[in-house]
């Protein structure tokens, strides 16, 4: 028997036409040889779908050019500074190896299953956060809510990456900057490196200081009410990062998916380069003991419980929508569930890994100073801007380290912030299709418009900009998105119907483990989070520095913006829907596609089997 497939426009007319399809769009005609009589061929025929590129709908997309590409996008994504500089502190203050066991534990329950939900959500539905929910569409507000907070991130995110860079550039010199005191910018607070001044609250480091007044001129500002104007060098800088994410971005999946080859893998090679350095100075190994010891009396404690569970939240990306947007260009048949045990798995075991290179230089000097490790042990931008510096300068071929230790925070900070981007473009074009035409645009006016705003971060007062929007942008905002995300997709739509959706695209029907989880753990583990969020919650501050109430009042009107979406919208949807209350309720919690049943009476919702299912 010969198989062969020709496009169905080429087909001679006198095949026979097979049997309308059920399903429209692409398709191909399917020739078989059955046998060959006198000369005469004959043949049947049917009508295909080409394998693994078109949705049940017919609906076309454009795919990743490789499978790789996915990956490294999602795992570059991911895997971002927040590995560096908050969990291998994290462990170590909470236990060390000790911390493992809840942080693992919460992995499992709640941020695998989570992380699989948004590949799964995302792959069937071929849509960004806002278009997935034709699923539900009363949800739908979550969608914007998740793309205002990428969006809100952008505005600050970036300016990490500026700083890296200035940091970068400030490298390539005989001398580091940060080295000694002697500079336009240090004050007489300023004391040099070899003094042990750790031990002097009243005395700065040349690294501090470097910080601090070199590159922020916070010096210049009486607070968050005396910005000043924009410093030139940090705006070029910002300036080059928003270039290369525009051009990174700017034809979609096929040129993003080529940058993530060199940013997602480059921060693994250097990691592994300063973990050789890094171990073989002095008192390495006393640093990386003190990451690993384990003290299971620290387990008693319930913030450490809660510093896992916010660790997990965060780190692997979801509800910022990127996730559901990455994988909305997947082939249908994609593997989605292998994909998430993977990349997942390999967010957590950088994180790991990267401590290791952290605490052998925080080891090193804690030696070199003379002070015990908590007194040089830290997180957040001071980790990797002034404790990693500071350790960097007193290396022979300090230059060198200097500027392959900035290129790992440049790449790892790059691929993230495409993440970001990508959620926001690939959620609003597919919302407002005339964008497709112009994504080249869409994606210019975007990434400008977080230049603009990107701009008051890198004014002298732009820390407290900064820390204002690191506080209030994506905190309690973004847990609240994926716990509605979660209820909607597990409870509205149906565990058991999304687990069809996951069976039709790879042929395989998540477990009973992963369907609990759906239904029952993560919801609750979220909507604790959210509680613990607010009942735990401080004021942000830098330093000794305390923000005004009024400062404190936008930053929780940033964080109500995105999150008042989900009500706003629900109303809006309710209210534009004809027929009575029960009417309008069941065409807005039941799937676009299934509107002509709720015209027949039949709603799934509306049933106790939907609602007790697993």
Same mark, same amino acid.
């Given at each position: 028997m010969l198989r062969g497939r020709l496009p169905a426009a080429h087909m001679s007319a006198?095949?026979? +036409?097979?049997?309308?399809?059920?399903?429209?769009? +692409?398709?191909?005609?399917?020739?078989?040889?059955?046998?060959e009589q006198n000369g005469v061929q004959f043949t049947a025929s049917a009508l295909v779908t080409p394998t693994g590129q078109t949705h049940p709908s017919g609906e076309q997309r454009e795919t990743w050019g490789k499978k790789i590409d996915f990956l490294?996008?999602?795992?570059g994504?991911? %895997?971002?500074?927040?590995?560096?500089?908050?969990f291998p502190y994290l462990c170590y203050k909470n236990g060390g190896g000790a911390f493992l066991v809840p942080y693992l534990l919460f992995m499992v329950i709640a941020g695998m299953p989570l992380f699989y939900m948004e590949l799964a959500l995302g792959q069937y539905n071929r849509e960004g956060a806002a278009g997935v929910w034709k699923i539900c569409p009363i949800f739908k507000g979550v969608g914007f809510t998740v793309i205002l907070i990428s969006l809100y991130v952008g505005f600050y995110y970036n300016v990490i990456i500026a700083w890296a860079l200035f940091y970068l550039f400030s490298s390539f010199s005989g001398e580091l900057p940060w080295v000694n005191c002697n500079n336009t910018w240090n004050s007489a607070n300023c004391s040099d490196l070899n003094a042990t001044l750790l031990n002097d609250s009243h005395k700065a480091t040349p690294a501090l200081e470097y910080f601090e007044r070199g590159v922020l001129h916070l010096q210049d500002s009486g607070g968050i009410d005396d910005l000043g104007l924009p410093r030139w060098q940090l705006t070029s800088c910002l300036a080059v990062v928003i270039v290369v994410l525009y051009f990174s971005l700017w034809k979609g999946v096929k040129t993003s998916g080529k940058v993530v080859w060199i940013t997602a893998t480059m921060p693994y090679v250097v990691l592994t380069v300063l973990l050789l350095r890094g171990v073989t100075l002095p008192g390495a190994i006393d640093g990386i003991k003190a990451y690993l010891s384990v003290d299971f009396l620290?387990? !008693?404690d319930a913030q450490v419980w809660i510093e896992a569970a916010t660790q997990i939240c965060f780190s692997l990306? %979801?509800?910022?929508? %990127?996730?559901i947007a990455f994988s909305s260009y997947n082939k249908f048949s994609n593997n989605c569930y292998r994909d998430a045990i993977i990349t997942s798995s390999i967010n957590s075991l950088t994180s790991f890994f990267s401590g290791f290179v952290i605490f052998s230089f925080l080891g090193y000097m804690s030696q070199k100073h003379n002070v015990a490790l908590d007194k040089v042990a830290t997180d957040g931008p001071g980790l990797v801007f002034i404790i990693y510096p500071e350790a960097i300068a007193t290396l022979p071929g300090s230059s060198v380290w200097a500027v392959i230790f900035f290129i790992m925070l440049l790449t790892l900070g790059i691929d993230s912030a495409m993440g970001g981007m990508e959620s926001v473009i690939t959620g609003l074009i597919d919302e407002f299709k005339f964008l497709h035409r112009h994504r080249e645009l869409f994606t210019l006016f975007i990434v400008v418009s977080t230049f603009l705003i990107s701009l008051f971060c890198v004014t002298n007062g732009g820390? #407290?900009?900064?820390?204002?929007?690191d506080h209030f942008a994506a905190g309690t905002s973004i847990l609240f998105g994926v716990l509605i995300e979660a209820i909607g997709i597990a409870w509205f739509y149906g565990v058991d119907r999304f687990s069809d959706d996951i069976q039709e695209m790879i042929g395989q029907r998540p477990g009973l483990y992963w369907r609990l989880c759906w239904k029952f753990v993560s919801p609750c583990f979220l909507l604790f989070m959210v509680v613990v969020s607010f009942a735990t919650f401080n004021p942000p501050k830098y330093g000794s520095y305390y923000f005004p109430m009024w400062a404190n009042m936008v930053g929780w009107c940033l964080s109500i913006s995105s999150m008042?979406?989900?009500?706003? #919208?629900?109303? #809006?949807?309710? !209210?534009?829907l004809p027929g009575s209350f029960c009417a309008k309720l069941a065409y807005a919690i039941t799937p676009e596609t299934e509107h002509h049943l709720v015209e027949r009476g039949e709603v799934r919702q509306f049933t106790l089997h939907h609602w007790l299912v697993v």
């Open positions: 006198v095949i026979a +036409p097979a049997k309308p399809s059920s399903t429209m769009g +692409p398709k191909e005609v399917e020739l078989i040889l059955v046998k490294l996008s999602v795992i994504f991911a %895997v971002d500074l927040a590995n560096v500089w908050r620290r387990l !008693c990306g %979801v509800g910022f929508g %990127v996730l820390i #407290y900009v900064f820390t204002l929007l008042i979406m989900v009500p706003l #919208y629900a109303i #809006y949807k309710f !209210c534009s």
